[in-house]
């Protein structure tokens, strides 16, 4: 089963995140679902909630990596949750583990979760609109795609939710070209 990684803000007690991100969120959701893919999350609020949410509402295998050791910090769309009591070094497991990452939005730990990814050669679709980094990554890239001078992966740029999901999908397919550091090791650091 192909495993498509949502990445974006979570929010902190008092604070709210714009609806037409949650909205473009949940899109994103329903259309891994339809793909007939697993959802890998964070597993808590904000982008991750409103992503599983669609996701689950659709019927779809939606998983969550939590920062926590609690699993009842989950948030309750999340199917298999997986309490790792690792904080934000779960974004590890968030960002290396998935065949594509859909990036909506997103802090500082959502730009961690992408670097990783571009580091493992793991394919991330950016949904630019969705504020956060999503809206300023492409300033930071080269040549309109690259993280770095090393071109492990290209970043995709899009608009649209839904063509965010098939793009994704198209490239979780790809072969991965990863650092190929010593620490990658495996499939993902060939």
């Known amino acids: 089963m192909i495993k498509i990684g949502v990445i974006g803000r979570s929010w902190r007690e008092g604070e709210y995140l714009p609806a037409h991100v949650l909205e473009a969120a ?17 597993g808590t609020g904000g982008v991750m909630e409103a992503a599983c949410k669609g996701a689950f509402e659709a019927g779809g295998l939606t998983i969550g990596f939590l920062p926590y050791a609690d699993p009842a910090k989950a948030n309750p769309y999340v199917s ?10 779960r974004n590890v497991l968030t960002a290396r583990c998935c065949d594509a990452i859909v990036m909506v939005g997103g802090g ?3 730009l961690n979760e992408v670097t990783i990814a571009y580091d493992s050669g793991v394919p991330v679709v950016v949904v630019e609109g969705t504020t956060g980094w999503a809206d300023r990554l492409r300033d930071a ?3 309109g795609e690259w ?8 970043l995709s740029f899009v608009s649209d939710p839904d063509d965010a999901v098939a793009i994704a999908m198209e490239r979780a397919r790809e072969p ?9 090791t495996g499939w993902a650091g060939q």
């Open 176 to 184: 991965r070209a990863g650092s190929r550091l010593g620490a990658f």
């Open 147 to 154: 993280l770095d001078d090393r071109k492990v992966t290209p």
């Open 108 to 110: 500082v730990g959502t």
């Open 26 to 42: 949940e899109r994103v959701g329903r259309g891994v679902a339809a793909s007939g893919a697993a959802l890998v999350s964070g």
């Open 80 to 89: 298999l949750v997986f309490p790792t009591g690792m904080g934000t070094m």
């Open 141 to 143: 890239v080269t040549d």
